[in-house]
């Protein structure tokens, strides 16, 4: 499938200041860039900045399993559901909007 996105296999390694760099791996050629970092801070504690990094880790691989899916699904009695589904991957591939 065709994406813009940093290919790689997105993992997660805590850093000893407490924040969570999210980096793209390629095997062969280590870590080809910094997608990301979380920070734990006042408002977000340890365990969610974890969660967080781990969920943007996993982007990648829940946008590719979505599309996938969309194949083979022939009918979703539920339109919402069905629209819900097409909105999250508008939501990440198309094209961002300035405000």
């Known amino acids: 499938m065709n994406t813009k996105h940093t290919k790689g296999n997105w993992q997660v390694a805590m850093q000893p200041e407490m924040h969570f760099n999210i980096g793209a791996y390629i095997p062969g050629q280590g870590c080809v860039g910094l997608v990301a970092t979380v920070d734990q801070n006042r408002d977000i504690d340890f365990e969610q900045a974890e969660a967080n ?33 097409q909105a999250v991957i508008k939501k990440a591939t198309v094209e961002m909007q300035l405000v």
């Not at 943007?56 to 590719?64: C, T």
């Not at 539920?78 to 629209?83: I, Y």
């Open 53 to 85: 990094a781990k969920l943007i880790a996993a982007a990648p691989d829940l946008l590719e399993a979505l599309k996938i899916a969309t194949l083979y699904v022939s009918s979703i009695s539920d339109k919402e559901d069905w629209q819900k589904i």
